[in-house]
């Protein structure tokens, strides 16, 4: 079983910057792709940015130039530096990790961390 804990988020004025941080656990022999997804409550989950065990990654088009995604392949660890931070961006923040253990491959979510950002 893998598990992800999320760091990081909180409340902050349009124009700030915040970092979230999540970490794996568990029974892992290798993550293929971190990610971070976000969700308003009744919308779809959607992709923010992933980033691949060999450091490709994917950004949406909604943060790109604003947001960076990173990763510790030592630590098991994902960060999200959210900079110049938009009302639009506010939403419940997940962290998202694929990979494969002794039990085969997973996918495994985070429990979420609530970002509010205020105009």
């Known amino acids: 079983q893998v598990q992800l804990v999320e760091s990081g988020g909180g409340w902050v004025q349009a124009g700030g910057s915040l970092r979230l941080s999540c970490a794996a656990s568990?029974?892992?022999?290798?993550?293929?792709?971190l990610g971070w997804y976000r969700q308003n409550s009744g919308k779809q989950r959607d992709l923010v940015a992933t980033?691949?065990?060999?450091?490709?990654?994917n950004v949406a088009d909604s943060v790109k130039g604003r947001f960076t995604i990173s990763r510790d392949n030592d630590k098991n660890v994902v960060y999200l530096q959210m900079n110049s931070l938009k009302p639009e961006d506010t939403a419940v923040y997940y962290c998202?990790?694929?990979?494969?253990?002794?039990?085969?491959?997973?996918?495994?979510w985070g429990q979420g961390t609530q970002v509010t950002v205020s105009s």
């Open positions: 568990g029974e892992i022999f290798g993550i293929a792709a």
């Open positions: 998202n990790a694929v990979g494969h253990g002794p039990n085969g491959d997973f996918g495994s």
């Open positions: 980033i691949t065990s060999g450091g490709s990654t």
